[in-house]
């Protein structure tokens, strides 16, 4: 019902940013059933891990890694998260996957994940 289209992976040194963006497409009926967004990470040989949380009224959930250096927010008439990354370290390098949830029908949604890489 729900597609999560990511971008703004790349490659960058330590203490660049990159800024990635989710779009949400979809009816109308399940874009309306969205709730909060998440951005999460997994690196080979990790757990996967959240990264960051907003909900659709903005309130927001850091991880302790990435806490004073992440900024999430979202664009609820573009059905668009960002994950605004500064100063970047080495350990950030991962693959960063979006995430939604539609309680109404019990459904989650995943977007295909993108590659950040961060060289020292």
């Known amino acids: 019902q729900v597609q ?3 971008s703004g992976g790349g490659l960058v040194q330590a203490g660049g ?3 990635l963006s989710c779009t949400a497409s979809g009816s109308l009926r399940s874009l309306n ?3 909060r967004y998440c951005w999460y990470r997994q690196d080979p040989g990790k757990q996967r891990e959240l990264v960051a949380r ?3 009224t903005g309130n ?3 991880g302790d890694s990435v806490k004073g250096r992440f900024t999430i927010s979202r664009d609820n008439a573009e ?3 960002y994950l605004q990354m500064n100063s970047l370290k080495p350990e950030d390098t991962a693959v960063y996957y979006c995430n939604t949830e539609a ?5 989650n949604y995943w977007g295909q994940g993108t590659q950040v890489t961060v060289s020292s």
């Open 79 to 81: 059905n668009t998260v």
């Open 60 to 62: 927001t959930y850091y």
């Open 4 to 6: 999560l289209v990511e």
């Open 54 to 56: 907003i909900t659709r």
């Open 103 to 107: 309680t109404l029908y019990n459904a």
């Open 33 to 35: 059933a969205l709730g």
């Open 17 to 19: 940013s990159l800024r």
